[in-house]
């Protein structure tokens, strides 16, 4: 990448589409090199993908799309037309029923917004409850008044306060036969939701499985096989071509193959290595932190206070801004945390992130320019910043 004059990255903030997701294993990397210099039957691709999600998840049938915020819309768009071809090519135009349900709380933003994803298919977005509450009266409410598919996120993004659990909504959605598509794009978890009862179960490829931009849906044959179809429609919108077919099935493969115990130990060592670090650095104190919806991740959570000399949303922007640039995970940042993720660190990258942390923080307590903006200012300015042009040298 030298030769395009781009900033290296060390990514301690985890699997984010603003980093490029994940380092994609080798034995992936060389499968997606071997079928990009071919030409392939791409139904056979689809039925080997077919397969291959089947066994690792133990649903009737799987699918690769080319992300899960795609895999959310032709989930949507299946449930909209089932296997009608017109209805297929009318879409985002639907004669059907169109609403389709999701929580209040689940309405969250990913980097992009779940009910756009759902309202991309031409459904009605049906919200249920409110921000931090869902009673089982609030889904049988929308059932009663028409659903052709209810939504059911899990992300550490969600509020999981009063939100219905994962089994009573399946099994309430189940009872009235209303099609449940859970995205968990971010969950190790890949048998659970299927063994639930839901219709479609949706993983991203490029995140914790390591292979290259994908999604990966895997549910009931009827489900899939409507999803299938939208190729004739939507779906060719968001194709998934023969190098994310091969790329996800490959992923899929590896994450079978993976010692997952050597690779929890590795990272707890990384994360362990980060707090012995920064023992000491006067203001932040550095202990572990679970994963917020129970992967297993051990990460670490820094929480500053005033001694620290800058604030958290400072410490993220100085540390990425430096060459190599040292990504930090910043979405609690206003609380004055920040979070080390080991997923995606090296060992000879693990201690350049803390030695920069230590170097900011000190820098920063002898110049006295840490605390200059709040955090008022600095989430204005985000708001100014959010849409950069990328032509920066015009
Ligand atoms: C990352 C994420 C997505 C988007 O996944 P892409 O494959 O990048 O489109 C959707 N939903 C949740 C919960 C996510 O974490």
Sequence with gaps: ?????????????????????????????????????????????????????????????????????AAIT???????????????????????????????????????????AIAASGAEVVPLGTAALCETYHLEA?????????????????VREGELPMDLFIAICNSHGVPVIVDMASEYDLTGAVALGADAVIWSGHKFLGGPTSGIVAGRARMIHAMVLQNRGLGRLMKAGKEAIV?????????????????????A????????????????????????????????RLKLDAEAGLYAWELASRAMSGNPA?????????????????????????????????????????????????WSEEKAARGQAATPWIGDDA
């Design 142 to 158: 929308a059932i009663r008044d028409g659903l052709a598919a209810a939504v059911y996120v899990v992300s550490h993004h969600t």
């Design 74 to 116: 032709l989930a949507c768009a299946a449930a909209l037309t089932g296997d009608d071809l017109d209805a297929i090519e009318a879409l985002p135009f639907a004669k059907c029923e169109t609403r389709v349900a999701v929580m209040m709380s689940h309405m969250v933003n990913y980097g992009g917004s779940v009910p756009q």
């Design 269 to 300: 060592a990384i994360a362990d290595g980060w707090i012995a670090d920064l023992a000491g650095l006067q203001g932040v104190t550095a202990r572990r932190h679970g994963d917020w919806t129970g992967n297993p991740i051990t990460r670490v």
């Design 326 to 374: 040292v990504a930090l995970r910043d979405d609690l940042s206003m609380h004055q945390l920040i979070f080390l993720d080991p997923c995606n660190v090296t060992a000879e990258e693990a201690p350049v992130v803390s030695a920069r942390i230590r170097e900011i923080c000190e820098a920063a307590r002898a110049k006295g320019d840490g605390l200059k903006r709040s």
């Design 1 to 69: 990448m030298k030769r395009w004059g781009l900033t290296p990255v060390i990514n301690a903030a985890g699997t984010m589409t603003s980093l490029g997701a994940s380092r994609v294993a080798p034995e992936v990397r060389a499968a997606v090199d071997d079928v990009l210099g071919r030409f392939v039957r791409i139904d056979e691709l689809h039925a080997l993908a077919n397969r291959t999600i089947r066994k690792a998840t133990g649903a009737e049938a799987g699918y690769v799309t080319s992300s899960s915020s």
């Design 247 to 267: 790329g996800a099935v490959a992923a899929l493969e590896a994450w079978g193959k993976r010692d997952h115990a050597a690779e929890a130990a590795r990272e």
